[in-house]
Every structure is written in structure tokens, then in C-alpha cells.
């Protein structure tokens, strides 16, 4: 659907668009609003006003050219317009205009490209000074456009210049790169070279960035620079960088030349492949240089730098660590000669960085493997000292220079001292020669005891080793003392162990001898009856005597096991007792009472001493019984004459009651005292024992006086008698 009049009249006079009418002679006829603003019109009379009018002196000849060519092709000719005009403010305009005749009348349509035309006047300039052009590919249609500026640097035009066959060779090898930056939609970036008629060669550098959409490349924007001068500046740099790399040939090297105005660093190939840098890198800022120093080392770098710098005299040195291309850090030593200006500031510095590291490494090793040496020699369990064949201290350990310096008051770092009179005077008899014996080249081992300034005794192990030169001569003597005082001690451990274990061989046998002894004489006491009361005929009156044997039998036999039970059953025990609040003298006296008898069968004096406060304590009275009378068995069993007391008393002070059961029995060994509580453990031994029993009674004693929270100790002299005091607490 086409625009009426009316509409297309609107929108003429409102699009941006420059619209004009003109005769064939160039004057102007009809023009819309935005022409009219544009071209000025305002302020000129129309009727007579030409467009030639308009223009500037430059362009007016191009504008009549344009009018004769439009004449010339009739109806069908269209011609493009570029013009300038001053407005009245004394602005340059740029308007692009396209022509046509029709039937008479030349009809335009323009804009204003003054914006693109400054670019494109600063683009010019710019490619004339850096020597590039532009290009621009289209892939859908396979063209490719060169800008003027392109023409211009390649003088495609000039003849004079180049070969036409030079040209043509290289935009065909322009077109197969293309192609492949088409398929691998990457940069493409490559120079060329192209001889002249006089024989010369210049370089181009060409540039393309390919534009992308949806992984397919839209066009490819591009440039072509001369870049003869720095390639020829850089092929005389590698020549003379190539000099210098034979002249440093034989050392890990490279070379550098630094501004010091700009701080700007020009480092050599071979200084770039050192390090890592990028190789087409030639010009690096000394910042970027210092983040390469390993971290440890910039600080201490940069103020030897700081003060090398502004030090007099030309020359300069440095060292660090630089980072390499594989992330480690290598030693390097700096080198330099200072260019100076007339006020004797530094201005320029050319030097040589040496790769030391297989240098600074092997110090290192010596510094790290001495510093082991000495740390070996301070931390292990010797006293080592080395010795000249005088016998004079070369070394020692930090030790042994302590206990030198606190006794004789002699720093051996310091002092040359012969060793013989710094040492403990019980080494002194030997010392001779045992010295003189590794002076013959032999290893000598002795044993040293002596005593150190605390008062404890120390055992020593004393070796001298000879130390031979490279002459297979001996240069010094190593002595060193082990401490084997652990060892020693561990040896009479050892030795102890071997009597506790003889004696507890001793005390299995006694344990074995006691059990076999305590059931095998009732059970043979039974069984010697039981026969003769089978067998017996006569003598009736007999007969009760011997069942009185037997119960006698039945009841040492029941003891012995009711022993073995309760020993066996502490710990099931300690569960069910039965604490109750008892009186006791009672219970103290219910005891003394069954063994009455016993006491009266040997004419002991079997004495009872009450308290008349009447303490009372909190127990069971059942283990409290047991307890307290294997002691006054024991007592009357070990007491053959003399007396038997049992005594209790009331401690208020210490809210504690005492049992006291003494004797005037055999008494007990004092090595035997800390062994009495002990189970199974008697006096006497074996078969040919004095007296009977297990030897369990005051072990479980002690232990159900302890379950009572109370406490059992023991008093006694061979032949004089034996003291048990049971402690319990008093209900308060």
C-alpha cells in the first residue's frame, strides 16, 4: 500500500532525512524542514539561492561535475554528493547527498555525516602515521573490502614501488589465511614479506579478528601495518644479541639494559627464556620484574638496590631468587654498570643476571649439612669431643663446653685446652693410654663410672676413634661417652626381677605345699578313722574319742575352704553388705568369747579391756567378725606362752575406734612385715612348717576392714610379740 500525497508531504517534513528540489542548473526549488535547518536557509533569500552557493570553494567544481553527469546519463543516472559547508557560526558540516533526474528536476536525499567524517579524517591521519590500513571480509558473499589507507600502505598504485606479482602473491596468501581463520574462527596474525623492484624487502604485519554469531563467523575485521622499520630494528638487535650470547656462551646468562628515568627493562632473549618471559615481550616495567623476586627476598633486594643505586662509582650488584617459567625459584646474582648524567644521578644500567643456583645450593648443603653435624653432636645422648694428636679440644658438644665451663671455668671455643685437664679425675688414670692406643689406629671401648656434681652416680661409655686424612694418616681423635646409666640401672632391674621371680617360684611352691598340707591331713585324719571304726571290734570305750578326731578333721577341712571361698568372693561381696549401727564392745566381745577356749588349752592369759564410753559404728558385722578372728586366731596361734589382750579404745579427737589384739607370740621379721598382708604368704615353709594354715587369714582380713572403711596396721619384734590395730569410724 502506497503513501497518499498528504502522508508522504508529513513525513518528509518530519524525518531527519535531508530532502531538496533542484533545476538542472543547481538552484534550489523546494527543501524540508530539517534541510532547511541544516543548509541555513533561514537567513538567505530562496528565490535566487543555488546550492553551488552553499558550498565551500573546494567543492563546488565536484558539485557542477555532478549536475553535467546527471544531464549526460538522462533519467536513469543516480550520483553521490559528499560536500562541506560552513554554518553561520563558522562550523564545518559534512552532508552526503544522493541525485537523480527526473523529468527535469533533480531530485536529493541526504544526511549529516560530519561525525563519520571526523572519524574518518582521524583514521586517515592515524594510519598514515603507523603505516595501516584496514580490511573487511565477508564470508556470504566471499569479498573482501580494503579500505584507502590499505591501497596506500601496500602502494598498490605505485607501480614505481613494487612488483605487480609481489602484490598479487601476497593478497592471494592474504585470502588462504582468511579461509582458515573462516574454519578455525580464530585470530589470525602473521607477517609477510614483499620484495620491491629494488630489491629490498618490507614487512607487513596482517591482523584479523573474525566476528562470531551462533559458532559461525558473520565477517572478519582486520588491519595491515608496514612494520619494516622495527623488523629491521629487530633482526640488528638479534644480531647483536647473538654476539653477546657467544661472548656469555659456557654460563647461564642473559643480559639487560635498564632505563632508570622510566624504569622500563629491555631484557635479552636469552634472559627471557630464563625466566619464562614471553618472547615477544622485549620491554617490561621494573614492577612487573619485582613480583618475580621470591617474597622472602624483595625486601632485602630492593634496599640493596635502593642503596647500589645511589651509591658513588658505576658499578652495581644484587642477588635473589626470580620465579621460573615451571613455578620454582632459582638463585641469581646481578651485575651492572650505571650510566650517570652530569648531575651524577643514575640514569641508565646495563648488566648480566648469572644463574648461581648450583653455587647457593651447594653453600646451602654445607650450611644445612654442618648445621646437622652440630645438631646431631648437641642433641643426641653423647658427650662428644675431637681431639688433635696432642690431645688439645678441637670441638665438643654443647654439654660438654657447659660442664667444662662450670667446673674449670674454661670456654673450649675459645681456649685450646688439652682435654686431660678439664677431665673427671677417675679419667685421668687411663686416659694415657687409651689415647695412646688410638693413636696406633685402634677403636677403644671402656666402662666409666663416676659421680656428678648433684651427687647421683653416672655410668659411662668411653670410645676413642681414630679420624684419618686424606694421607690415610690420622689427624684427630673422636671421643665420645655415651650415658648407659638407664642401661645399668635397667641391668640391676633385671637382676631384682630375677629374685622377685625366684621368690614368687618360692611362694607358688609355698602356696601349692600349704593347700596340699591343709587338706590332705584332715582328709587323711578322716579316713584313718573311718577305717578303724569300720574295723573295730572291741574297745568301744575308744570309739568317741576318735569321732571327736573326726569332727575335729571335718571342721579344719571346712575352714580351709570357707578360707578359699571368702578370698575368692571380695569383690561379690563388697555388693551385698549389710551396713548396720552395732555396739562394739559386744561384737568385739562375741569374738573374744569362741576362742576362750583355745587360749585356755595353751594356759595363755586371754584378756578382754572394754571401752566404758561403749563406741558405736556403722558396719557389717558379719566381715567385721571374720576379720577380727583370724587375728585372735592367729594371736593364740602364734603365741605359746605369756598373754593374749584384746583392747578396744574410743578416739573422740580423730573420730575413730581402735581394736587392738596383742601377743607375746614369735613375732615377725622386719623383712617379712610389708609382705604379712600379702595371700598366702607364712613365716615358715613347706612340709616342715610350725604351724598350720593357708596363709590367706590377714589378706582377707584387711581387705573386709577396708570394705568397712576402716584401716589395718601392724607392730612386731622377733620373739617379742605382735601388735594388729583395726581402726573403724565412729558414728558421730
Known amino acids: 500500500m502506497s503513501f497518499n500525497n498528504t502522508e508522504f508531504e508529513f513525513l518528509i517534513d518530519k524525518t531527519l532525512l535531508l530532502f531538496i528540489t533542484l533545476r538542472e542548473d543547481g538552484k534550489i526549488l523546494k527543501v524540508n524542514t530539517h534541510a532547511q535547518a541544516i543548509l541555513g536557509l533561514e537567513t538567505h533569500d530562496q528565490s535566487t539561492l543555488y546550492l553551488q552557493d552553499l558550498l565551500v570553494e573546494a567543492d563546488k567544481e565536484t558539485c557542477e561535475q555532478l549536475f553535467n553527469n546527471l544531464k549526460n546519463d538522462g533519467s536513469a543516472g543516480l550520483q ?65 573490502f580494503f579500505s584507502r589507507e590499505f591501497h596506500e600502505v601496500l602502494h598498490i598504485q605505485n607501480d614505481n614501488t613494487f612488483c605487480k606479482s609481489e602484490i598479487k602473491k601476497a593478497l592471494e596468501t592474504m585470502q588462504l589465511r582468511i579461509k582458515e581463520v573462516v574454519a578455525s574462527k580464530e585470530v589470525l596474525d602473521y607477517e609477510q614479506t614483499i620484495i620491491t623492484k629494488d630489491k629490498k624487502e618490507r614487512f607487513y604485519r596482517v591482523i584479523g579478528k573474525p566476528i562470531l554469531h551462533k559458532n559461525q563467523v558473520l565477517f572478519i575485521n582486520g588491519t595491515v601495518s608496514d612494520v619494516t622499520e622495527r623488523v629491521l630494528n629487530l633482526l640488528q638487535l638479534k644480531k647483536n644479541e647473538e654476539t653477546k650470547r657467544l661472548a656469555l656462551k659456557g654460563i647461564r646468562s642473559g643480559l639487560f639494559d635498564h632505563d632508570l628515568t622510566t624504569d622500563l627493562v629491555f631484557y635479552s632473549k636469552e634472559f627471557r627464556k630464563m625466566l619464562g618471559l614471553p618472547l615477544n615481550q622485549e620491554l617490561v616495567h621494573e614492577l612487573q620484574f619485582r613480583k618475580m623476586i621470591h617474597l622472602d627476598d624483595v625486601k632485602e633486594a630492593m634496599h640493596r638496590h635502593t642503596k647500589a643505586i645511589q651509591n658513588d662509582g658505576h658499578l652495581y650488584f644484587n642477588h635473589f631468587r626470580l620465579k621460573q617459567k615451571d613455578d620454582r625459584y632459582r ?22 643476571l648469572i644463574d648461581v643456583h648450583e653455587r647457593r645450593v651447594n653453600e646451602q648443603l654445607v650450611a644445612e649439612n654442618q648445621s646437622r653435624l ?62 695412646n692406643e688410638v693413636l696406633k689406629g685402634k677403636v677403644v671401648k671402656k666402662e666409666i663410672e663416676r659421680s ?20 690415610d694418616q690420622i689427624g684427630s681423635v673422636l671421643v665420645s661417652f655415651h650415658d648407659i646409666t638407664e642401661f645399668k640401672n635397667a641391668e640391676i632391674s633385671i637382676k631384682q626381677a630375677h629374685i622377685k621371680e625366684q621368690e614368687l617360684s618360692d611362694l607358688k611352691s609355698n602356696i601349692l605345699s600349704n593347700f596340699s598340707h591343709e587338706i590332705r591331713t584332715p582328709l587323711n585324719g578322716i579316713i584313718t578313722i573311718i577305717n ?35 578370698f ?151 620373739n617379742k610379740g605382735t601388735k594388729f590395730i583395726i581402726n573403724l569410724p565412729l558414728i558421730i
Open 568 to 718: 575368692s568372693e571380695i569383690d561379690t561381696i563388697r555388693e551385698f553388705l549389710q551396713f548396720k549401727e552395732i555396739d562394739l564392745n559386744y561384737s568385739v566381745e562375741t569374738s573374744y568369747r569362741e576362742y576362750k577356749h583355745l587360749a585356755k588349752a595353751k594356759n595363755l592369759t586371754y584378756i578382754l579391756n572394754l571401752e566404758e564410753k561403749c563406741p558405736r559404728v556403722r558396719i557389717d558385722e558379719t566381715i567385721f567378725r571374720i576379720a577380727l578372728n583370724n587375728i585372735i586366731n592367729n594371736a593364740i596361734k602364734y603365741t605359746n606362752e605369756g598373754s593374749v589382750t584384746v583392747t578396744i579404745l574410743k578416739m573422740d579427737k580423730v573420730n575413730f575406734a581402735k581394736v587392738i589384739i596383742t601377743d607375746t607370740g614369735i613375732g615377725i621379721k622386719n623383712e617379712n612385715l610389708e609382705k604379712i598382708f600379702d595371700p598366702f604368704i607364712q613365716e615358715s615353709f613347706g612340709l616342715n612348717r610350725q604351724y598350720e594354715g593357708t596363709g590367706i587369714g590377714l589378706s582377707l582380713s584387711k581387705s573386709y576392714i577396708e570394705l568397712l572403711g576402716g584401716t589395718i596396721t601392724v607392730q612386731s619384734k622377733r
Open 331 to 352: 638463585f641469581y646474582e646481578v651485575y651492572g654498570y650505571r650510566k650517570k648524567d652530569e648531575n651524577g644521578k643514575s640514569v641508565r644500567m646495563i648488566g648480566n
Open 80 to 144: 553521490n554528493l559528499r560536500f562541506n559547508k560552513f554554518t553561520e557560526h563558522q562550523h564545518l558540516l559534512t552532508l552526503k547527498f544522493n541525485f537523480v533526474l527526473q523529468n527535469d528536476l533533480i531530485y536529493g536525499i541526504g544526511i549529516d555525516s560530519t561525525e563519520e567524517n571526523e572519524e574518518h579524517i582521524a583514521l586517515h591521519t592515524l594510519s598514515k602515521i603507523t603505516s595501516t590500513g584496514a580490511w573487511h571480509y565477508n564470508p556470504e558473499n566471499d569479498r573482501i
Open 374 to 435: 652440630f645438631a646431631m653432636i648437641n642433641n643426641g645422648f653423647t658427650y662428644t669431643i675431637l681431639l688433635d694428636t696432642e690431645g688439645r679440644i678441637l670441638m665438643a658438644d654443647k654439654d660438654t663446653n657447659t660442664i667444662i665451663k662450670r667446673d674449670y671455668g674454661i670456654d673450649t671455643t675459645n681456649d685450646l685446652t688439652h682435654f686431660i685437664d678439664v677431665m673427671p679425675v677417675n679419667f685421668k688414670n687411663s686416659f694415657a693410654h687409651e689415647f
Open 532 to 566: 578303724l571304726l569300720l574295723n573295730q571290734k572291741e574297745f568301744p570305750e575308744d570309739k568317741q574319742k576318735l569321732l571327736q578326731h573326726l569332727e575335729e578333721s571335718k571342721d579344719r577341712l571346712l575352714e580351709t575352704m570357707d578360707s578359699l571361698s571368702r
Open 452 to 471: 656428678t656434681y648433684k651427687g647421683s652416680t653416672q655410668w659411662l661409655e668411653s670410645k676413642y676413634t681414630p679420624i684419618f686424612n686424606s694421607e
